[in-house]
């Protein structure tokens, strides 16, 4: 569904991605995991078709995501890092988004819902205005009720109040994994180990010796 193939992409004299080749195939469930500045977002934005890579190309389902965007943002769900500042009220954004995607507002509602989110007593607030909480489970909601093949995410706990536990929130972790769409990818961005319940792959970006050998003892200790 997605390859990568000697993608590398530069930010003036600093290298980003080196001659990067990797293959996504249907049903997998991938976490990329590194230190700030690994490239992991410099990834997902080039997979989405954000960025122009200096060379090499990116291709979804055969299709290149710069000259093809449309078509392939069709089956795409995204959520960013960082909630883009939209002033619309949750209402409007909701009725917007059926209307421009054909995506089921009752649909964004349950998943809502189910991360515990009450769209109800919020309809008529603007979503610049919610926390960021809010923010994030409000798009994650809306990128479940897309159906779409395939749903990246960028860091999607980083807003997320974690209540000083090391274990993912169940108001977030069960709407994944029981998403009746079966989408056929996520690719869930990481710093630090979360979610790891529901990931069947590690991609690890920018580790040296050192940092994975501490990296792999963390996440073997917060398995038990």
């Known amino acids: 569904m997605i390859q990568v193939k000697n993608l590398t992409k530069n930010f003036s004299s600093h290298i980003s991605l080196d001659n990067v080749n990797i293959e996504f195939k249907k049903n997998e469930y991938i976490a990329l995991m590194g230190p700030n500045?690994?490239?992991?977002?410099t990834l997902i934005r080039s997979i989405l078709g954000y960025y122009h890579p200096n060379s090499g190309e990116v291709l979804i389902n055969g299709l290149n995501p710069i000259k093809d965007r449309i078509k392939v943002l069709e089956h795409i769900s995204f959520v960013p890092q960082l909630p883009p500042p939209i002033k619309l009220s949750l209402n409007?954004?909701?009725q917007y988004i059926q209307a421009s995607s054909n995506v089921n507002k009752d649909l964004i509602m349950y998943y809502a819902n189910e991360m515990k989110l009450d769209i109800t007593a919020n309809l008529n607030k603007s979503f610049f205005k919610l926390s960021g909480g809010m923010k994030q489970k409000m798009l994650i909601a809306i990128?479940?009720?897309k159906k779409s093949n395939i749903i990246i995410y960028d860091e999607p706990t980083a807003n997320l109040d974690p209540k000083s536990s090391p274990t993912p929130s169940p108001n977030i972790s069960q709407p994944l994994t029981t998403h009746p769409a079966k989408p056929s990818r996520w690719q869930l961005a990481y710093d630090i180990i979360m979610m790891v319940a529901i990931v069947l792959d590690l991609l690890l970006m920018g580790f040296d010796a050192l940092m994975l050998s501490s990296f792999m003892a963390k996440i073997a200790s917060w398995l038990g």
């Open 37 to 41: 500045g690994a490239g992991k977002t």
């Open 92 to 94: 409007e954004l909701m």
């Open 143 to 145: 990128s479940l009720a």
